[in-house]
């Protein structure tokens, strides 16, 4: 690839016919300042995009640490509501009045533990739907971000010069119309030498 100072540094032969030197200097150093510019916003968007890999991958493991949270607290809350009925049990086996009460204070313990990882659940899938969306809208800003870049390369591209046209269809050209002036003679000239 070309770097800003292969394009300063061109040198070019010169021909009697040749093209003017001032403007192929200033042509080039204007080049050579839009490509520079576009030479760093490059290297820039390659920091950056490395820094989001990063942090994508930091979000991704938030992500699987918010799951492995939310199966532990469904199993906690499983095992709660499992020890809480097999408490209520071996409490009915026991004296009537005792029983009553004891199981009374169970359920009401057990339908506590519930609602209480009911809503570490419901928490941790809360955070996790924002982490989620906070993870899209972070994708789709840097895709916007990188198709806006994508745009004012191509941009920059369009705007380069085409190759003029060669010799013999100028010939052609000139022979067709001999009063219109040849303006790419020039040109074709040095597409011939080159």
């Given at each position: 690839m070309l770097t800003p100072l292969?394009?300063?540094?061109?040198?070019?032969?010169r021909s009697f016919r040749g093209y003017?030197?001032?403007?192929?200097?200033?042509?080039?150093?204007?080049?050579?300042?839009?490509?520079?510019?576009?030479?760093?916003?490059?290297?820039?968007?390659?920091?950056?995009?490395?820094?989001?890999?990063?942090?994508?991958?930091?979000?991704?493991?938030?992500?699987?640490?918010?799951?492995?949270?939310?199966?532990?607290?469904?199993?906690?809350?499983?095992?709660?509501?499992?020890?809480?009925?097999?408490?209520?049990e071996n409490l009915r086996e026991s004296t009537a009045k005792e029983c009553q009460n004891m199981r009374r204070d169970a359920e009401i313990s057990a339908r506590q533990m519930v609602e209480a990882a009911d809503h570490q659940v419901k928490s941790a899938t809360v955070e996790y739907?924002?982490?989620?969306?906070?993870k899209s809208q972070f994708l789709y800003q840097i895709k916007a971000a990188?198709?806006?870049e994508l745009?004012?390369?191509?941009?920059?591209?369009?705007?380069?010069?085409r190759q003029q046209t060669t010799a013999p269809q100028q010939e052609e050209k000139a022979e067709a119309n001999p009063a219109a002036p040849q303006e790419n003679a020039p040109a074709a000239d040095a597409v011939q030498k080159g």
């Open positions: 292969d394009i300063h540094n061109k040198e070019f032969k003017n030197e001032d403007e192929i200097d200033d042509f080039l150093d204007q080049v050579v300042n839009d490509y520079e510019k576009l030479f760093r916003e490059n290297d820039n968007l390659k920091e950056e995009l490395a820094r989001m890999k990063k942090d994508n991958a930091q979000y991704q493991k938030l992500e699987n640490n918010l799951k492995e949270t939310l199966l532990i607290a469904q199993k906690t809350a499983n095992e709660v509501t499992d020890t809480a009925k097999q408490h209520a739907c924002r982490l989620v969306e906070a990188l198709e806006s745009a004012v390369l191509h941009d920059a591209i369009d705007r380069l010069p």
